[in-house]
């Protein structure tokens, strides 16, 4: 009743404050939407990158991170590997995980059972055996090519490498076995002595089963009372 009692130019001018009012909201509403949506695909973009951070495909990546996990004994010999906890793991497709776990296949870190699905490669002093004869055959042949062919900076990744790992032991020489550091460090100078061999084919094999080797001494470790000589 109010509102009759009022001018009419007075009312005109309410209906406009109630317009731009509604006008002002209806914008701040899609800017929040609109800012909603910005910040919720920089998040969506982060965690794809982060998810791909160990390779150029989420298989690839999803692949080295169970590699890591197998390697280190975070995953057990024999420990099944089951498609529902892997997807809840990753956040990634059927197809995608058999990817990944074909790729470890081939590498001899996990097996294909059939009707079954996979599992972490088992544990064998027969495969241990056969595993080191092979390494013997083609680092020293790595090695052989790498003295032919290493120049100074060659020698000088040897050398430094070599020190950097020193260091490390002399820092913690009761624990360097499963010290996170030395473990890098130690991986680090082992490719150094073979990185001038200059056969990438020689060196993927080399790398391979140099993840299955480490994977026997991260083991070894965990029941080993006291640091081995080396």
Not at 103 to 129: F, I, M, N, W
Not at 160 to 173: D, G, Q, V, W, Y
Not at 209 to 222: G, K, Q, V
Request: proline residues 3%; positive net charge.
């Amino acid at each position: 009743s109010t509102a009759f009692m009022r001018p009419a130019s007075q009312n005109h001018l309410f209906s406009k404050i109630s317009l731009i009012t509604k006008i002002i909201a209806t914008g701040f509403f899609w800017a929040r939407i609109a800012a909603f949506g910005v910040a919720r695909e920089s998040m969506t973009t982060t965690a794809l990158k982060a998810r791909k951070e160990f390779g150029k495909t989420l298989a690839s990546d999803i692949a080295h991170r169970l590699r890591n996990e197998i390697v280190t004994c975070q995953l057990k010999p024999n420990e099944s590997l089951k498609f529902d906890a892997l997807r809840l793991s990753f956040g990634a497709s059927f197809t995608t995980l058999r990817e990944a776990l074909t790729l470890l296949a081939a590498e001899g870190l996990v097996v294909a059972e059939e009707q079954r699905g996979y599992k972490v490669a088992p544990v064998t002093l027969d495969d241990l055996s056969d595993l080191t004869h092979a390494r013997i055959l083609i680092e020293v042949d790595l090695i052989r090519r790498s003295i032919e062919n290493g120049d100074d900076d060659w020698e000088i990744r040897v050398i430094s490498s070599l020190h950097r790992l020193a260091k490390i032991e002399e820092r913690a020489p009761e624990n360097y076995p499963v010290n996170v550091e030395w473990k890098s460090a130690h991986r680090q100078f082992h490719e150094a002595l073979v990185s001038a061999s200059g056969s990438p084919t020689l060196l993927a094999v080399r790398n391979s089963l140099f993840d299955r080797a480490e994977r026997y001494r991260n083991l070894s470790a965990l029941f080993r009372p006291h640091p081995r000589d080396k």
